[in-house]
Structure formats: structure tokens, C-alpha cells
């Protein structure tokens, strides 16, 4: 079953990470911790091996179920990546510690620090005693082996956090159908990753489920579009076997889309994209959890 999956390097890393991630805010939603550690292991026999997650999905739920899941030798069959808020080198290193903990591993494959989502994070990050120096460490006593940063605001963030001299591993970020016509981060930051060779992971392929509501384009039709960019995993949701046979069949059947398979998903996008109201991640503060928590940011 395993082959089902299309493998694709991530980055300059040298790791094979399948096309589609599974979400790990997701994992929290699902009903039952053991029908979360159910479907997590379904995935991973299907070829899933990329798991997304972070400290802070419903309160380390998620983080605990898929510790659970990767028990029975799952673990080796998972690349792992979790998030971090803490933009002190104290609170990431111990949200970091709290993660590995849950997640029951001796190391974590990608640590990205999480929501770059204000103007003032990469300077705080950056700053010292900020993140960026537990990252450093965290690396170095071999308890992780990559590092990326994620958020979902606004390219020019992304774009000021690449400019600040660090060699990145990955970088997450919106990437769909509506993305490419408002505030585009597949127009503005994708090429600089792939210039640079930086691992690209695609998030919200299906805009947080809003994308329904424009009644343009099927989630297949919407996750090969994304799947067709340059990008190295399309991390989408999972809550129930229909989700993940979904995702399942979407990497699967994939097939390169030409020119005017392209253009022709675009054209049906383009009017209902223009102001962002199917992007509230880009345009309100709904899918911000440091701004209701901003504690996070400087505790654990």
C-alpha cells in the first residue's frame, strides 16, 4: 500500500517525505484518542509519512495522539514535525522538551517555530536570548535534526524572516487555488524557497474548508493544483477515513496538470479570491492562536 504515495525530497535535506502530510490540528478534532491513534497508523500503512503537529493543538491532544500511534514501530516509518510559540530561547526550549515528551521520541525530524504572524517575530526570534537560539542548541544536542518556520499572514513576513542570514530547512505556508490571486505567497515567497533550495510545505490547500463555499472547484481539483506547484508536501486535514481516503486518492492519482488545465482552475477561482474573504487566515484573527494566547509566545 505503501507505494501508493509519490515520495518527493524535502528541500536540500535528504529526506524522501511523501506528497501529502497528514494535519495536526487536525488529529486533535478527531473523535476518540484511540480513533486518532487509529486513523494516524491507516495513514502511515496508506504511505503518509510526513506528520505535521505543534506544542499548542488543543492543549498537546494532538501532539499526545500521534505519541501514541507512533508506538509498534510506527516511529520509524514517520518523519515528525512539530511547532513551537516561544519566541524566548527559554520558552521554546522548554515547549520544545514538553513536545518531545508527548510525543514520546528522542528527537523530532523538523522543529519549525510557529505563527510568524507579526511584523515583530523574526526580530524577536532572532534577537538574544530569543528562539532561535534554543533552536541552535536543540540541534546540536541531537534533539532535532531540521528546522523551518511557519505562518499564514502575509508574504512580506515570510520574506523578512528569509532575509535574516539563517540557512532554513523548510518553510510552511498557505498555498491554494485562492492564494495565487490574493496577497500570493505562491507568487512572492515560492520562488525565493526554490532558489534557494529551502523545503516547501504547502498548508490550507482547501483554505480551511472555506474553500466549499465558493462552489468553484472539488477538493481533488483543489489539491492537485497545489500538488502541481513546486512543493515538497500538501499538508491537509484529516478527521475521518472519508478525509484520508480523500487525501489518499488525491496523491495517488496525481498527474502533472498541463497549461490549460491550469489556467482553467484559475479562471473559475479568480472573481470569488480578490478580497480575501475566503482566506480569513490572511485577513482576521481566527486561525491565530498567539494572538488569544500571546503568553505562549514568552511561557510553557
Do not use: C
Not at 536570548?129 to 534554543?134: H, K, V
Not at 531540521?146 to 512580506?156: E, L, M, S, V
Amino acid at each position: 500500500m505503501a507505494q501508493e504515495i509519490p515520495y518527493r525530497e524535502l528541500g536540500k535535506t535528504g529526506e524522501m517525505v511523501s506528497l501529502i502530510g497528514l494535519g495536526g490540528f487536525h488529529l486533535g478534532l478527531i473523535h476518540g484518542h484511540s480513533n486518532a491513534v487509529n486513523l494516524i497508523r491507516e495513514a502511515i500503512d496508506h504511505g503518509i509519512n510526513f506528520m505535521d503537529n505543534s506544542w499548542d493543538y488543543h492543549g498537546g491532544e494532538s501532539e499526545r495522539r500521534l505519541g501514541d500511534a507512533l508506538r509498534g514501530g510506527y516511529r520509524n516509518r514517520a518523519f515528525v514535525m512539530t511547532k513551537v510559540d516561544g519566541r524566548t530561547k527559554d520558552a521554546a526550549g522548554k515547549q520544545l522538551d514538553e513536545s518531545l515528551m508527548r510525543l514520546q521520541v528522542d528527537y523530532i525530524d523538523l522543529l519549525q517555530l510557529h505563527e510568524v504572524i507579526r511584523w515583530d517575530d523574526p526580530d524577536r526570534a532572532f534577537a538574544p536570548g530569543g528562539a532561535m537560539e534554543a533552536f541552535d542548541e536543540a540541534r546540536i544536542a541531537g534533539k532535532i535534526r531540521h528546522i523551518g518556520f511557519t505562518g499564514h499572514k502575509d508574504p512580506d513576513m515570510h520574506l523578512k524572516m528569509l532575509e535574516q542570514g539563517f540557512e532554513w530547512d523548510t518553510v510552511q505556508m498557505p498555498l491554494n487555488v485562492l492564494d495565487a490571486h490574493y496577497n500570493s505567497f505562491e507568487k512572492r515567497v515560492l520562488p525565493v524557497l526554490l532558489e534557494r533550495n529551502i523545503g516547501v510545505l504547502g498548508m490550507k490547500p482547501l483554505s480551511a474548508g472555506m474553500l466549499f463555499e465558493t462552489g468553484t472547484v472539488s477538493a481533488i481539483e483543489a489539491l492537485h493544483y497545489v500538488m502541481n506547484l513546486p512543493v515538497d508536501v500538501v499538508i491537509t486535514g484529516v478527521e475521518t477515513r472519508r478525509d484520508l481516503s480523500q487525501a489518499v486518492e488525491a496523491a495517488s492519482s496525481f498527474i502533472e496538470l498541463n497549461d490549460e488545465e491550469v489556467e482553467d482552475i484559475l479562471s473559475r477561482t479568480e472573481s470569488v479570491a480578490q478580497t480575501g474573504e475566503f482566506e480569513l487566515y490572511k485577513i482576521t484573527h481566527r486561525h491565530d492562536g498567539t494572538i488569544i494566547h500571546p503568553e505562549w509566545l514568552v511561557s510553557a
